[in-house]
T-cell receptor, first 112, second 109 residues
């Protein structure tokens, strides 16, 4: 079985540009998580979906961040406008019924 | 106070020794506990989960849970250089998920 798929793997953009990160969860998993990881703050949960519905978005840093899950096999995390402090590795993870999570390879975002 | 606390390390152990990694959590209602291993530049990888008080063994790994003390630990027996990584403790309570900042483990040949 394929694991969690994320794209792009690397993204370099300029401040003010829109960034869209994509995730395909493991087939059959009904929970999806977006995380951000930096050296300073560690791994932070941004938002969590269960059965395609956002359950907890309290970790989304501000209105510049938005996430959608239009169906069970696809989710996006959008940053508009991007800022240099958004530079981090963004992970998507999925699980079955909020159990153990399986992480994708991550997207390394650099905002210049 | 952070929801999940881990010593950042690095913890250095010689090859073949037992490595002991510890984690405390603040939410008494926490139900599920996980240990993830993360190699530098890679994504976290699940290695153990535990739901009940006591010990759970899987190969060279043993997870220990004490809910009264709000304490989770991971023991790695016969440590190998390939075990050198950052180990993340994660705690789940219904719709809340928290990760510790991780403990860096170095296993010296």
């Amino acid at each position: 079985d394929a694991g969690v798929i994320q794209s792009p793997r690397h993204e370099v953009t300029e401040m003010g540009q829109e960034v869209t990160l994509r995730c395909k969860p493991i087939s059959g998993h009904n929970s999806l998580f977006w995380y951000r990881q930096t050296m300073m703050r560690g791994l932070e949960l941004l938002i969590y979906f269960n059965n395609n519905v956002p359950i907890d978005d309290s970790g989304m840093p501000e209105d510049r961040f938005s996430a959608k899950m239009p169906n069970a096999s696809f989710s996006t995390l959008k940053i508009q406008p991007s800022e240099p402090r958004d530079s981090a590795v963004y992970f998507c993870a999925s699980s079955r019924d909020r159990a153990e999570q399986f992480f994708g390879p991550g997207t390394r975002l650099t905002v210049l | 106070q952070k929801e999940v606390e881990q010593n950042s390390g690095p913890l250095s152990v010689p090859e073949g020794a037992i490595a002991s990694l510890n984690c405390t959590y603040s939410d008494r209602g926490s139900q599920s506990f996980f240990w993830y291993r993360q190699y530098s530049g890679k994504s976290p990888e699940l290695i153990m989960f535990i739901y009940s008080n006591g010990d759970k063994e899987d190969g060279r790994f043993t997870a220990q849970l004490n809910k009264a003390s709000q304490y989770v630990s991971l023991l790695i027996r016969d440590s190998q250089p390939s075990d050198s990584a950052t180990y993340l403790c994660a705690v789940h309570n219904f719709n809340k998920f928290y990760f510790g900042s991780g403990t860096k483990l170095n296993v010296k040949p």
